[in-house]
């Protein structure tokens, strides 16, 4: 079995530039949830995708979205990129949208300059 | 006032004493509770969940629930240095979202 899997590890971007983050879910999951997580906070949930379509987005601008495919990965697409996007970006993976167990992959570290 | 609130510490215990990490949320309707450990410069990994009042033991980690309260807790016991990160509390609201909070660094001294 597989585990969360993302991609890349990390990323420089220059402000006003767009970019894609990469998930592969857990083996047997078909819920990916995306957090950023910026320099000694706690993670802030973006949104969520249930079987490709979006369940749940949190306060987060329309310039984040994203994608769920059928094999259940997933991508976070950022445009018009800004300084304050650079953070730990989190894909975490669950058997179902509900209340159950989440599990992480190893994050993207955006920093845009 | 933050829907899930947690000291940010740093709470510094020598090796082989508990480690007790608290809690508190907000939301009287959030359903499940879980703790993640995160390393420096990694990605938080999940060590426990808890869904009812009560505690809930797994090997030296213990958690602890009191939905009255809106209190949930961890303790580790006999700690050990490879214990030091920051530990995140996470309550899951309806729809599967998870809200954390700031986490709190533990340091366990040899």
């Known amino acids: 079995e597989t585990g969360v899997t993302q991609s890349p590890t990390h990323l420089i971007k220059t402000r006003g530039q767009q970019v894609t983050l990469r998930c592969s879910s857990q083996?047997?999951?078909?819920?990916v949830s995306w957090y950023q997580q910026a320099l000694g906070q706690g993670p802030q949930f973006i949104f969520q995708?249930?079987?490709?379509?979006?369940?749940g987005r949190g306060n987060f601008p329309p310039r984040f979205s994203g994608l769920q495919f059928p094999n259940y990965s997933s991508e976070l697409n950022v445009n018009a990129l800004e300084l304050d996007d650079s953070a730990l970006y989190l894909c975490?993976?669950?058997?179902?949208?509900?209340?159950?167990?989440?599990?992480f992959g190893q994050g993207t570290r955006l920093t845009v300059v | 006032q933050k829907e899930v609130e947690q000291n940010s510490g740093p709470l510094s215990v020598p090796e082989g004493a508990i480690a007790s990490l608290n809690c508190t949320y907000s939301?009287?309707?959030?359903?499940?509770f879980f703790w993640y450990r995160q390393y420096s410069g990694k990605s938080p990994e999940l060590i426990m969940s808890?869904?009812?009042?009560g505690d809930k033991e797994d090997g030296r980690f213990t958690a602890q629930l009191n939905k009255a309260s809106q209190y949930v807790s961890l303790l580790i016991r006999d700690s050990q240095p490879s214990d030091s990160a920051t530990y995140l509390c996470?309550?899951?609201?309806?729809?599967?979202?998870?809200?954390f909070g700031q986490g709190t660094e533990l340091s366990v001294k040899p």
């Open positions: 975490a993976s669950s058997t179902s949208r509900g209340y159950t167990e989440a599990f």
């Open positions: 083996s047997g999951h078909n819920t």
């Open positions: 995708y249930y079987r490709e379509e979006e369940n």
């Open positions: 939301d009287r309707v959030s359903q499940s």
């Open positions: 808890i869904y009812s009042n």
């Open positions: 996470a309550v899951n609201r309806q729809g599967g979202k998870l809200i």
